[in-house]
């Protein structure tokens, strides 16, 4: 199973109605499976700031955050989603320290 697909069947425990996991490590020099990009659109996220939400996604991922390097997080709730209807693109990364 790769770590896409792990992470993929980790957030499925958030019951989200859409989930979309890209794994954009061949934007970043550190190789396979290390960047990834979580759309999440959840009924559990109302109410929750971004950094609430964000908490919530990293205890429901545990052990597996120390696996790979990084995880951009696009977090809705279903009304939420509704309205923009699509997560922004990444930003391509600079390299270096990241």
């Known amino acids: 199973m790769s770590m896409q697909q792990r ?3 980790a957030l499925a425990a958030l019951q989200p109605e859409h989930l979309q996991v890209l794994d954009e490590s061949h934007m970043h020099s550190r190789g396979l499976q290390t ?3 979580a759309v999440l659109v959840s009924e559990q996220f109302a109410g929750l700031n971004s950094v609430k939400r964000h ?3 990293y205890a429901t991922l545990g052990d597996l955050m120390s ?3 990084a995880l951009a997080l696009h977090t809705y709730t279903p ?3 509704v309205k923009i209807g699509a997560a922004p693109a990444s930003p ?3 390299g270096g320290g990241h």
């Open 92 to 94: 391509v990364c600079a």
């Open 55 to 57: 908490q919530k996604v």
């Open 79 to 81: 009304e939420e989603w």
């Open 7 to 9: 992470i993929e069947t």
């Open 35 to 37: 960047h990834f990009k």
């Open 67 to 69: 696996e790979f390097h």
